[in-house]
């Protein structure tokens, strides 16, 4: 379509998987969103086994990862385009996926790899499709139960997620207009849910 390519083409409606790196569409969004339904499909790996290959003869070994992927990871790439996620046009699929981690031992890499790329990844199962078309659809992942105000020191424990998680999740929702800034406590901004929202 012009200077972009587009993963797939079904019944008018364009269909981009991005695993990772929102802020590269930013520029294809601007240019498609006017005259044409997007669905962004987006993975997140809610369990994943890490499989490793042979290194010096030993046999491969597979093990199950300590890191668990929650929706509330998607805010890390919306970063990169709050503003569009009420457009008309634009949905946004989350995927909750297992998935297997293929890594091989290369010699040439840095230390802090530890001599481990990843090769591969293979998808095992969808375990479940959450669908946003709006502001609302995503501030209805706001847990129940956060004072009003609150801040992101209470919405991390709430969401069961790190602070830099509940810092993005925040300042996205209030890009969309579905939050707003109340106030401070200390240096902490305090956000509510804005009326109408």
Request: charged share 30%; hydrophobic share 40%; with cysteine.
């Amino acid at each position: 379509m012009g200077r972009f390519v587009v993963d797939i083409v079904r019944d008018g409606t364009f269909i981009e998987v991005q695993t990772r790196g929102f802020s590269s569409m930013r520029a294809k969004l601007d240019a498609l969103l006017d005259g044409h339904r997007v669905v962004i499909v987006h993975p997140i790996a809610q369990r994943k086994w890490i499989l490793k290959g042979p290194r010096n003869g030993t046999p491969s070994s597979r093990r199950k990862s300590p890191k668990s992927g929650r929706v509330y990871d998607a805010f890390a790439e919306l970063v990169s385009f709050p503003s569009l996620v009420d457009h008309p046009n634009l949905s946004i699929e989350i995927l909750m996926t297992d998935e297997e981690e293929v890594r091989r031992f290369d010699d040439n890499l840095s230390r802090r790899r530890r001599g481990w790329a990843i090769v591969e990844r293979r998808l095992i199962d969808v375990t479940d499709r959450i669908r946003f078309d709006t502001a609302a659809d995503w501030l209805a992942l706001l847990p129940a139960g956060l004072p009003t105000p609150f801040t992101t020191a209470e919405l991390a424990p709430a969401i069961d997620r790190p602070r830099r998680t509940a810092q993005q999740m925040a300042y996205c929702l209030r890009e969309m207009g579905a939050l707003e800034v109340r106030g401070k406590r200390g240096n902490a901004l305090e956000y509510g849910v804005c009326p109408g929202a």
